[in-house]
């Protein structure tokens, strides 16, 4: 039940809505958001702006007027975009059809579980994991059923058969992350093919969150994924956002890539959450797609170089433990001995002025451990991983 | 059923997604959207671009980089800039607690109606309406209840029996919509309190949907609203928009006004939907709020004259039927023998390139009406206005 719950005496909420959790990663942002000198490494963003061959052509649309409402599905040029994009990374042939534009990654999950589940419905989803997914979908009166992946420093790993066994006569979906916010873990392409076969034979949707495909750390330019190995015919939904390749977090724009014949469906669910996404959005969207292959490109780079320096400083303590991630630009670590992460993160904000994620924000999968960004300034995260290491030793 | 249904077979979608009615506003718009020489008064928007000391501000935050998430509940700038747009134009006390800004109007409705209304609820609305209300209701599993305004030339009027009579254990809140789209009705003062005594004793939430209250015909400077007369402790949930007043209807911002104690709850269902608006995009809206008083003025007095020039030329047809809107900016008319107004609505369009709304959109109670906006260029207005009555004349 929601904390603030008892100051809604009388107003006779929606029991869904009033007992919604909070999400544990902003009630520690929340804590110490102003902080003076704080390293902010706790929210899945980077720490560069959106850059101006991105940003220019929205601000130009906007001055110039493109101020109406739009397509619900998205501006044409935008989604023939997509298809070049997915194209050139994913070598599938596409074209503007299989696309709809969403205000955010966020809304293309929310829209995709209105297109195939409801009050009743179960889907199941692997966690350690973001915790937008579950609520999502229990705000909207269903349930959402974890299968929790296994730990060890060598790596997450999934266990398929508990996976299947998690599938009840009302599940609906199986919601799938890889590579995973916030473990890192991604699934091989035996692994998914393996998932697409019980979807197939349970007669599951998959509603497939690959957002950090190209944030991959692996053999090969990116993670693998369904589309390498997904029929014309099977029932996947890929929810995507600008967010995280292309510095657009404040632009709550993302797409859903489906079946044709579903459009006029996700339209509909558009049409009556949001009514579309601002046309001069779309504008530098279409410029990021576009353009962007450098900037992503530089970005990996970066975050490759990131995630070893903060492994390096966190396994020197010989009190942290962690599997490599083999994407997205997350550190799930634990420290011995640690058992409550958020008050944990809320004393090393205070202590070290270093912000993490508590892994019980993740699910009570993820408690013991804590969420590090490493998508950031690398001064800045050897400056972290002093501060953290200096931590841990004193609280030996 | 929706009738892009029969290519669905084998997609096991959610039956409320599926059946989701395509809006009939959006279907008239779709077969003429780009035909050379249109009229275009079937959309709910003027034909002004957002002004530039509005776009101005958002254009220069995008480029200054401020792209990253921000607060769930909106910048403490924009909401206390709300807060001062209500003391100005409706006299009351207010703060920034009191608002929550939404990804548009539409949203602000969806969120609205995730706090208090769910699978098997009900919600009492009037008729005919906005479709979007209706549906978003029916999309989350809940039932929509009409009760139908009635209609003479001297006006529509709400019988409040009847409104009453729809309640049954199952309604959780009445969605009121003053002055209305797209009838023109507006509630008086004595309505608001008859319809807030209602709620009172039924134990019923109000979602109140004021968003034209400044563009008002009548007596004084706004529409009579429910913040007239409501206490503390009432149960209101103020949905609103800044698509209509200042020309920002492709942003896709708005806010809901609500009790400050629902906010944990608002803020939740902001994180699980879209997770927030895009600050660059809020500082525009501050500055509409804080600049646009003249703007709105300006256009308000446009409307009123518009309002004229399309009355005084479809009342000289002697066969055209309809209530002079009290406030909002539309034109809801019949035609003596015309009751298909899918079909004619086209054929309107074909033969006098003036696009309008067909009554179907808004209901089985506006069969035989077609919906005019009249917040356009004066000139333009008057053009259609002669094309239309030829169009009646011949049809005759």
């Not at 790993?157 to 009840?168: I, K, W």
């Not at 049409?271 to 410029?287: E, I």
């Not at 997350?330 to 004393?347: E, Q």
């Amino acid at each position: 039940m929601n904390e603030n719950a008892a100051g809604l005496d009388g107003f006779a909420l929606r029991r869904e809505a009033r007992d919604a959790p909070a999400s544990g990663i902003v009630e520690v942002f929340q804590y110490a958001r102003d902080r003076a000198g704080l390293i902010p490494l706790w929210v899945g963003e980077g720490d560069q702006p959106t850059p101006e061959f991105i940003s220019r052509p929205a601000a130009d649309a906007l001055i110039g007027g493109e101020t109406f409402y739009t397509w619900q599905q998205g501006i044409p040029p935008l989604r023939e975009a997509l298809a070049r994009y997915f194209t050139r990374h994913f070598g599938i042939e596409t074209g503007p059809h299989d696309y709809i534009v969403t205000g955010s990654g966020m809304q293309a999950i929310q829209l995709a579980l209105q297109a195939v589940a409801g009050a009743g419905d179960e889907c199941v989803y692997l966690a350690p994991a973001w915790p937008n997914f579950p609520a999502a979908l229990e705000v909207a009166g269903g349930k959402a059923v974890p299968v929790e992946l296994d730990f060890s420093e060598n790596g997450w790993t999934l266990d398929l058969e508990r996976l299947e066994a998690a599938v009840t006569p009302r599940t609906r979906a199986l919601f799938i992350n890889t590579p995973s916010n916030p473990t890192g873990w991604a699934a091989t392409r035996e692994t998914l093919s393996a998932i697409l076969d019980i979807a197939r034979r349970r007669d599951l949707w998959i509603v497939a969150d690959e957002i950090y495909s190209l944030f991959w750390y692996g053999e090969g330019s990116r993670a693998p994924s369904f589309l390498d190995i997904q029929s014309p015919q099977d029932r996947i939904l890929y929810v995507n956002s600008f967010s995280k390749n292309w510095a657009m977090t404040g632009w709550r724009v993302g797409w859903i890539k489906a079946p044709p014949a579903l459009m006029p469906v996700l339209e509909n669910l558009v049409q009556y959450s949001t009514s579309g996404v601002p046309q001069f959005l779309q504008r530098g969207a279409q410029a990021a797609l576009d353009g962007g292959d450098d900037f992503v490109a530089e970005h990996v780079a970066r975050a490759a170089e990131g995630l070893d320096i903060v492994t390096t400083a966190l396994r020197a303590t010989g009190r942290a433990r962690f599997a490599r991630p083999q994407g997205a630009f997350y550190l799930f670590f634990a420290i011995d001995g640690v058992t409550d992460s958020m008050a944990s993160a809320k004393r090393i904000v205070d202590e070290t002025g270093v912000g993490l994620a508590p892994g019980i924000a993740f699910g009570p999968e993820g408690e013991g451990f804590f969420r590090l960004c490493f998508n950031r300034d690398l001064g800045q995260l050897a400056e972290a991983g002093d501060r953290l290491q200096r931590y841990i030793a004193a609280s030996d």
